[in-house]
T-cell receptor, first 112, second 112 residues
Framework: EDQVTQSPEALRLQEGESSSLNCSYT??????LFWYRQDPGKGPEFLFT???AGEEKEKERLKATLTKKESFLHITAPKPEDSATYLC?????????????FGAGTTVTVRA | DTEVTQTPKHLVMGMTNKKSLKCEQH?????MYWYKQKAKKPPELMFV???????INESVPSRFSPECPNSSLLNLHLHALQPEDSALYLC???????????FGPGTRLTVT
């Protein structure tokens, strides 16, 4: 069974204190790994798609990387507006199974 | 433009009411989704439409009835809901079933 595990559950950072979030996955064959940001009471906002080990994507203070077993979301010099829940989701290569399997999320709080 | 719109933003309904949630996208996406999200949990897939045909029904109770009138619109008809159905209902769309999904802001549903 496909599994996606995010750690830590919660992360409290001081403004400017860089850190990383982890998304580990156990799937039969990875087609794509997606990162989303979600603010309370709102829909998830798409951030990145990663397809193969070694791939990296960047957007402002966020950088996502992918290995064969996990992905990291690095937050560099975070600001209070980076406070949100970050979700990762995987999609597998199995024919007919294109659902996203979501992790439980990491809630990031950045204090000024 | 990567906008998915949903109406209404909030909905309070009794257990005997009939109501509908609406979702619209103008990105030319051919796949549309309904998700249910409970507090502090990741989104749970309910239905998938691909090229306006129902592709996935995740064993959702019949009191939820999806409809895809055309490639830009997605409805979710609600009837005889239970209090445990109270949640944030999210619509999403994607270029195809193998692409990243873009979520709408959600409808906060409360069943009394």
């Amino acid at each position: 069974e496909d599994q996606v595990t995010q750690s830590p559950e919660a992360l409290r950072l001081q403004e400017g204190e860089s850190s990383s979030l982890n998304c580990s996955y156990t799937v039969s064959g990875l087609r794509g790994l997606f990162w989303y940001r979600q603010d309370p009471g709102k829909g998830p906002e798409f951030l990145f798609t990663l397809y193969s080990a070694g791939e990296e994507k960047e957007k402002e203070r966020l950088k996502a990387t992918l290995t064969k077993k996990e992905s990291f979301l690095h937050i560099t010099a975070p600001k209070p507006e980076d406070s949100a829940t970050y979700l990762c989701a995987v999609q597998v290569t199995e024919v007919g199974d294109y659902k996203l399997s979501f992790g439980a999320g990491t809630t990031v709080t950045v204090r000024a | 433009d990567t906008e998915v719109t949903q109406t209404p933003k909030h909905l309070v309904m009794g257990m005997t009411n009939k109501k509908s949630l609406k979702c619209e996208q103008h990105m030319g996406h051919r796949a549309m989704y309904w998700y249910k999200q409970k507090a502090k949990k990741p989104p749970e897939l309910m239905f998938v439409y691909s090229y306006e045909k129902l592709s996935i029904n995740e064993s959702v109770p019949s009191r939820f009835s999806p409809e895809c009138p055309n490639s830009s619109l997605l409805n979710l008809h609600l009837h005889a809901l239970q209090p445990e159905d109270s949640a944030l209902y999210l619509c999403a769309s994607s270029q195809g079933i193998w692409y990243e999904q873009y979520f709408g802001p959600g409808t906060r549903l409360t069943v009394t």
